[in-house]
């Protein structure tokens, strides 16, 4: 499956972004999906995930309550809504597929990975 992010972009603090993930192949509804994020210096870490239903749901606790993931099984697409912005969200975001059972918090246990979105937020 491949993947491409879109939607990142530079704003102020206490913004909100509305990240996509659009994947080709039909057999998108099958995979767990997963939002990570990489900060320059830093190492790629789990910002969220949702199973193949969308009925289950996995975040960050650095990001909980702020952000929210969700998919569109017929479009092909997962999102991920990004509110309340801070400075230190600031990051390349990836999406990644997993051939998985259960949403996994682990780069190497995703499959497939977008080419990131950069969101830039200042103070």
């Known amino acids: 499956v491949q993947l491409q992010a879109s939607g990142g972009g530079l704003v102020q603090a206490g913004d909100s972004l509305r990240l996509s993930c659009a994947a080709s192949?039909?057999?998108?509804?099958?995979?767990?999906m997963g939002w990570f994020r990489q900060a320059p210096g830093k190492e790629r870490e789990f910002v969220a995930g949702?199973?193949?239903?969308?009925?289950?749901?996995y975040y960050a606790d650095s990001v909980k309550g702020r952000f929210t993931i969700s998919r569109d099984n017929a479009k092909n697409t997962v999102y991920l809504q990004v509110n309340s912005l801070k400075p230190e969200d600031t990051a390349i975001y990836y999406c990644?597929?997993?051939?998985?059972?259960?949403?996994?918090?682990?780069?190497?246990?995703?499959?497939?990975w977008g080419q990131g979105t950069q969101v830039t937020v200042s103070s």
């Open positions: 990644a597929a997993s051939r998985s059972a259960w949403i996994s918090t682990t780069t190497r246990s995703y499959d497939y």
């Open positions: 192949g039909r057999t998108f509804s099958s995979y767990i």
């Open positions: 949702i199973n193949w239903s969308g009925g289950s749901t």
